[in-house]
């Protein structure tokens, strides 16, 4: 389906480090489109329940006091395979093993300020969408290139 959406966000370091227009710039020219687009600095508690599966990890309280740090650019995108697409896009979790190419290979050096999150399957994304955003903040329109981007 050409109506699969994932979400992704901007980290805090992303942000301060005036990232957000080269990012936002690899999704749209690769093709796929926006939906969902806003500005928000999570709470910790926030933070906590949208990384609620790894809360069991001894990084946890770090990355979710780095994630809650400052203001997250929470965004959800559409298009055939985002969700996978996307991954390859923002590169491995770790910027040392990120191929150079990808957000992660080309912005950032270390795991723990690695500037982009994104959903890493169906679920996820599922999941994530309707924690970040309400109904009526998500933009269901036809781009007028729609016919050049697919066939
Ligand atoms: P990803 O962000 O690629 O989906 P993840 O969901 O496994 O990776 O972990 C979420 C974030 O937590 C990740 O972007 C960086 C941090 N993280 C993951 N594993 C880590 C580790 N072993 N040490 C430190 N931080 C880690
Ligand atoms: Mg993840």
Redesign the pocket.
Known sequence: TQKERTFIAI?PDGVNRGLIADIIARFEKKGFKLVGLKLVHPTEDFAAEH?D??KA????P??VKYFASGPVVAMVWEGKDVILTG?KL?G???PADAAVGTI?GDYCII??R?I?????GADSAKHEISLWFKENEIADWESAVHKWTYE
Request: glycine share 8%; hydrophobic share 40%; net charge positive.
């Open positions: 980290k990384y599966d790894l990890r001894p990084f946890f770090a990355l991954r923002i491995a979790t770790n992660r795991m723990g690695n982009i999150h994104g959903s890493d």
